[in-house]
């Protein structure tokens, strides 16, 4: 892959598609949360596996990798010795089978992020698999400044999209409205805030007198 060709960013469905997972150690064990968070039907490939991945309650073939194990699959994620993965590559393109390489760009087609998850939201980082480390403080750090009340968010778009939708408002004005509804979401809170200490400066805690 050319160092200028530019990403598609791209979430899947993989929920109930099946995904080949080749390599059974720390690397390969790091990759599981995310694909079993999306609801894949993970098989391993590997004739050894460690721990965290035997204990994963996921189907695994204890046996070097075959070019037939991506038979049906949708995705392939080589976590295996660089041999290994130029096979798995070379097996995934001959099916026309997306791969990440794990640690190995030359042989993905395909890269797992830097993930955020909160409240139904998802933010997705790639450096192309060539930096790694910074993919992983950029996804701390995103998820640092996000807002801990970002449900509330999800929540105001959800109820404007529908408005939207009934009234047929034009795209271009939809994001205008947007913040003003989220606008709207802080002055209401600020309101309250301010009616409750006017309260309390209006009637004293004489507990103690």
């Not at 609801?39 to 309650?57: K, L, S, W």
């Not at 998850?117 to 995103?142: H, K, V």
């Not at 939207?164 to 606008?183: C, V």
Request: aromatic residues 4%; contains cysteine.
């Amino acid at each position: 892959m050319s160092l200028m060709t530019e990403l598609l960013p791209l979430f899947l469905t993989l929920s109930g598609r099946r995904v080949v997972l080749v390599g059974g150690g720390r690397v390969a064990a790091s990759k599981l949360p995310q694909l079993l968070a999306a609801g894949a039907d993970v098989r391993v490939v590997a004739p050894e596996v460690c721990e965290p991945v035997d204990g994963a309650g996921v189907a695994i073939d204890r046996r070097p990798f075959r070019a037939s194990d991506l038979d049906g699959a949708w995705l392939v994620v080589a976590a295996a010795t660089p041999d290994v993965n130029r096979e798995v590559a070379r097996a995934a393109g001959e099916r026309r089978i997306f791969v990440n390489a794990v640690d190995d760009p030359a042989n993905a087609t395909a890269f797992l992020s830097g993930v955020v998850r909160r409240d139904g939201l998802t933010i997705a980082i790639s450096t192309r698999g060539d930096a790694p480390a910074l993919t992983g403080l950029l996804r701390e750090a995103l998820d640092a400044v996000l807002p801990r009340d970002l449900a509330a968010w999800i929540d105001a778009a959800r109820r404007e999209r529908a408005i939207w939708r009934r009234e047929k408002t034009p795209m271009e004005k939809r994001r205008p409205l947007l913040l003003a509804a989220l606008n709207r979401l802080y002055g209401a809170r600020w309101s309250s805030v301010t009616a409750s200490r006017r309260a309390r400066e209006q009637c004293p805690d004489t507990s103690h007198s």
